[in-house]
């Protein structure tokens, strides 16, 4: 007799109760958005179940229903961020295909960016929280670390021997997102997140970096 083939829990799973039902999944889809549009706006800890609650359009109780806490509840929005942005990102890597090196990277500064931009609070409650509660960040840092990998095997190929070519690809990444995060936290940085002319500029800086680098 056949197994059934379990399907791979999403990434909120961990953190909630468990959802049978197509109703209950959907309360929990609702209330992961409320939550992060809210820990978005007012920070983890400016952020109220009720907040998240009224948001989602459902009671105080449903939340705990599904959540143990606010801490599991961040936690689920989290991963959720991290698994959804990882997924687009293998669809890039896998249409890279034979592009060249150069658009690549721009491609990936670019989509990176605009990825920063549309979820900045979120980043900066993440960031926030990570220092009281370093499993938020890991949650980021493992992101970081699989991107520069994919990176890696799309722009040079699985040719062993080559720790050159692992470290560049981590410096550029390194300094794309400290780029960013300072666009982040720091309103008054004298680059802006949403400045079209600075995030180009990033791109041609990552792409200068990995030819100087990269060079034969």
């Known amino acids: 007799m056949a197994t059934a083939k379990r399907t791979k829990p999403a990434p909120a799973e961990k953190w909630a109760l468990p959802a049978q039902q197509a109703r209950s999944r959907e309360t929990r889809e609702k209330l992961l958005a409320a939550a992060e549009t809210v820990f978005a706006e007012k920070g983890y800890g400016g952020a109220k179940l009720s907040d998240i609650a009224v948001v989602a359009g459902c009671s105080v109780g449903a939340v705990y229903f599904r959540f143990k806490d606010k801490d599991a509840l961040f936690q689920g929005v989290a991963e959720t961020f991290a698994a959804e942005t990882r997924a687009r990102f293998v669809e890039f890597v896998a249409a890279a295909g034979a592009r060249a090196p150069d658009d690549i990277v721009r491609d990936f500064v670019l989509r990176t960016a605009n990825t ?94 990995l030819k100087t680098v990269l060079a034969p």
């Open 116 to 209: 920063a931009r549309l979820h900045r609070g979120l980043f900066r409650a993440i960031i926030e929280r990570g220092f009281d509660h370093p499993q938020v960040m890991s949650i980021i840092f493992a992101f970081r670390d699989q991107v520069a990998r994919a990176l890696e095997g799309v722009l040079c190929g699985p040719a062993p021997g080559t720790p050159q070519r692992g470290h560049a690809l981590q410096v550029m990444t390194q300094m794309v997102y400290g780029f960013l995060l300072v666009g982040i936290l720091n309103p008054n940085a004298p680059t802006r997140l949403d400045d079209d002319a600075a995030i180009a500029g990033l791109a041609d800086a990552a792409r200068a970096y």
